[in-house]
């Protein structure tokens, strides 16, 4: 990984409150133009994380770089940031609040007013406009909440749970533009401990449990060291092969199946031969990888 | 910058729409008027009938009973002469006059009732009496000591359902008093005729005099009013505004705006910001409230004048007043708002802001009381230190400058030593309330506080 192209780069941060130390010599880089996963179990030290790189808080030790540089409140103007404890005026309108949120952002003028319209309408909310946000539903709010971290098209974005409490059409339209931004280059940190997202989403992951990390990588690079050399299988016959514990190590039978752990020294060649030679008939041969979900649970039960 | 003014302008505009704002600004006044007038005429009231009065006569040949029960019945024939005290009358008096007014018309209608002593002894008669007012017949009665007249340590006796009545003991004491000195005086010679022009009382005039000896118009209290007004106004002004910028921290903080906030400024801008927009819409008010004024002063009062209306005699104001309101305000103002920012940092509830901003509360309640001690002596040694205190300085301050202008030095000291106090409360306002607002869950305490300040 070459730290040159890295947005964010965190250099041996540590960051404590009195006893408790939440984030413990971390460190970690994001390439630019990519979606990197923060994962972790709840209180894990994401949000501490996310709350130094965006220049909330300071780390006790450890430096932090973004865009190439220290973090100032300049560098703020280029960071979006969608916290997962969030909120609006209540009794604000709408389309005044994100003027607000875009003047913050030092974008102000015109030029607020034609991207609060635009953002708007994409996402549905133009008729509540000029109603207070107290009005809005949640899920509503929520999408306001999104257009206040991308109004200023930050180079950065952060989002910390943003699908938590959508609903499945709200996830879809957002995760859309979530990727059209990763392809206008912009690089976004998405932390969540929702797995099945993250899977489907980052490019690269970074798990960090109980103030620590302990995985750190691309997906692909994760899954390949993950993988256990596992084969799930249909079959009509080819008992004897399962039993032979020269080839398998372990098996676990499902209704619609048989999920084999092949056993050191085989690889999936051997097995298919044995049960070719077997005259089992095959419906399904797959090699599984791992999901995030399994590495996720490993990793954190093992660190217990 | 921008941001600053992107806040300031937020706060303001969404703070000056409010139906708070709007009903403040016609409330406002009212409430002082409520605040100042009222009590002086609910202590004018009298609720219930006539006072039923029994008197005992023990002097020789009973002199004294047809003076003491004229006196009392002649105070309603008075009463009925001058009419109710009107409202005007009333806020226009000297406080003394005021008093006095308050306690004629208090006082009621008396009913007098002569008791024949016969050959009954004194405690025979004070037991009828007495099992009377037991049965609510009677009021009370006076017992008059035969050497009265005579002898100048006999006391007379009054007993009564209810003494705590002040007003009405203090009339009768008044009344009796006045019968007593008539007969000494007819005993040494003088003649009936002459007493009353003899008593006639002495009518005060106040002429204020100023540091340069000049005098001024002659002041009917209204002076004393005004200086209420003033203090009473800042009050009210410091501690509305106060949990406005409370109730702002709060809102931030329950709504979790505050982390998006802090990831777009320093949180030093955004406490600032909030401060000068909440400061602002207070100033918007008093400006309001100011002109308000004005337009009375100069073109309603005099109509009414024409119109046959008493002239009601307005204070004069010199211009300095005006800079030194305003000075003292935005201290009292900022020192107590900073108090606020505080103590909204620490708390996660609105509930739990109003009971921890109690104390904040009594000390701005204590500086208001603190004032009329220092009315009545504003050159007293006891009220150059009261004024001297940062958090009275604002109302006991400017009820120097109004009552008696103290020397430019002692008002430039109190300024001073306000700054510096506001200055101090800003910035540990600040170190807790760029960690406080990102603390959810529970209250915040004391030790917590102190590492917050503390950290980096």
Same mark, same amino acid.
């Given at each position: ?35 990197? #996963? ?6 894990? #030290? ?16 450890? &430096?932090?770089? /973004? ?51 635009? &953002? ?7 008729? &509540? ?41 709200? /996830? ?44 750190? #990588? ?38 619609? #199946? ?45 660190? /217990? | 910058? *921008? ?39 609910? $202590? ?25 029960? *004229? ?24 406080? @003394? ?18 008791? =024949? ?12 009496? *007495? ?45 009796? *008093? ?8 007819? @005993? ?21 005099? =100023? ?19 003033i203090?009473?106004l800042i ?17 931030? @903080? ?32 008093l400006?309001?409230?100011g ?16 119109? +046959? ?8 104001l010199?211009p300095f007043f005006f800079v030194y309101f305003f000075l003292f305000f935005l201290?009292g ?10 103590? +909204? ?8 802001? +109003? ?6 509360? $009594? ?15 504003? =050159? ?14 604002p109302?006991?301050?400017m009820?120097?400058i109004i ?54």
């Amino acid at each position: 990984m070459t730290n040159d192209s890295a947005t964010v780069v965190l250099d041996h941060i540590t960051k404590s409150f009195g006893e408790f130390t939440a984030v413990s010599d971390l460190s970690l880089a994001v390439r630019a133009g990519r979606i990197y #996963g923060l994962l972790g179990p709840n209180g894990a #030290g994401k949000t501490t994380t996310i709350r130094m790189i965006v220049n909330i808080t300071a780390p006790d030790s450890g &430096w932090i770089t /973004v865009f190439g540089q220290q973090i100032t409140p300049e560098l703020q103007d280029r960071i979006g940031y969608l916290p997962e404890e969030r909120g609006l005026y209540k009794k604000m309108k709408v389309g005044e609040q994100l003027k607000f949120f875009a003047a913050l952002k030092n974008v102000t003028g015109k030029e607020a007013d034609q991207r609060v319209d635009r &953002w708007l309408t994409r996402l549905k909310l133009m008729e &509540w406009k000029s109603k207070k946000s107290s009005e809005l539903s949640k899920g509503m709010q929520q999408k306001v909440q999104f257009i206040t971290a991308i109004i200023h098209e930050p180079e950065l974005l952060i989002l910390d749970e943003p699908f938590s409490g959508l609903d499945p059409v709200n /996830v879809e339209v957002l995760k859309e533009i979530i990727l059209e931004l990763k392809a206008a280059g912009k690089t976004i940190i998405f932390s969540t401990h929702q797995m099945e997202v993250a899977e489907k989403i980052c490019d690269d992951i970074c798990l960090i449990n109980r103030s620590r990390k302990v995985l750190e #990588g691309s997906i692909r690079e994760v899954k390949r060291s993950f993988s256990r050399n596992a084969v799930a299988l249909r079959l009509v016959g080819g008992e004897s092969v399962l039993e032979d514990r020269a080839f398998i190590s372990n098996v676990q039978r499902h209704s619609d #199946g048989v999920e084999v752990l092949l056993a050191e020294g085989a690889t999936p060649q051997t097995l298919l031969k044995e049960l070719l030679a077997a005259d089992a008939t095959i419906e399904r041969f797959e090699m599984i990888e791992p999901s995030l979900h399994d590495i996720f649970i490993e990793k954190v039960t093992e660190n /217990v | 910058m *921008n941001k600053l003014v992107a806040i300031i302008k937020r706060e303001y505009l969404q703070k000056v729409r409010t139906k708070f704002f709007v009903i403040m600004t016609i409330l406002g006044p009212l409430m002082l008027v409520v605040f100042t007038i009222v009590p002086g005429l609910l $202590f004018s009231m009298k609720a219930g009938g006539d006072t039923r009065i029994a008197i005992v006569d023990q002097t020789e040949g009973v002199k004294l009973y047809d003076s003491i029960r *004229n006196s009392l019945l002649k105070l309603e024939r008075d009463q009925e002469n001058n009419k109710q005290p009107g409202i005007a009358d009333t806020a226009n008096g000297t406080t @003394k006059e005021r008093m006095e007014t308050a306690g004629k018309s208090m006082t009621g209608n008396f009913q007098v009732e002569q008791v =024949n002593s016969g050959r009954r002894s004194l405690d025979e008669i004070k037991r009828e009496l *007495n099992a009377r007012i037991g049965r609510d017949e009677l009021d009370g009665y006076l017992v008059i000591p035969p050497d009265i007249l005579s002898n100048s340590e006999s006391k007379a006796s009054y007993y009564g359902r209810n003494v705590g009545d002040v007003f009405t003991r203090g009339q009768i004491e008044d009344r009796l *008093n006045s019968a007593v000195r008539r007969q000494r005086l007819i @005993k040494e010679g003088v003649k009936d005729q002459d007493v009353d022009a003899l008593s006639e009382p002495v009518d005060l005039a106040t002429y204020p005099v =100023n540091e340069k000896g000049e005098e001024g118009a002659e002041d009917s209290g209204a002076g004393f009013a005004m200086v209420f007004i003033i203090a009473f106004l800042i009050y009210i002004t410091i501690l509305l505004y106060g949990q406005v910028v409370l109730g702002a921290i709060i809102e931030e @903080k329950e709504t979790r705006i505050a982390e998006i906030l802090f990831s777009s400024t320093r949180p030093i801008q955004i406490m600032f910001g909030k401060l000068i927009g909440v400061s602002l819409m207070a100033l918007t008010q008093l400006m309001i409230w100011g002109v308000a004024f004005a337009a009375i002063a100069l073109y309603v009062m005099p109509a009414m004048a024409a119109q +046959g209306f008493e002239d009601i005699n307005l204070p004069h104001l010199p211009p300095f007043f005006f800079v030194y309101f305003f000075l003292f305000f935005l201290l009292g103002y900022f020192m107590y708002a900073a108090i606020y920012v505080l103590v +909204g940092s620490m708390v996660t509830t609105a509930q739990e802001g +109003g009971q921890l901003a109690m104390p904040v509360v $009594f000390l701005l309640v204590a500086g208001l009381y603190l004032a009329f001690p220092v009315i009545r002596a504003p =050159n007293s040694s006891f009220a150059f230190w009261v004024s001297m205190v940062p958090f009275f300085a604002p109302i006991t301050m400017m009820v120097r400058i109004i009552s008696q202008t103290p020397p430019f030095w002692q008002i430039a000291l109190s300024l001073l030593i306000g700054i510096v106090t506001v200055v101090l409360l800003l910035w540990l306002a600040s170190r807790i309330y760029r960690i406080g607002m990102l603390m959810y869950g529970k209250k915040a305490t004391i030790p917590e506080v102190l590492r917050w300040v503390k950290q980096s």
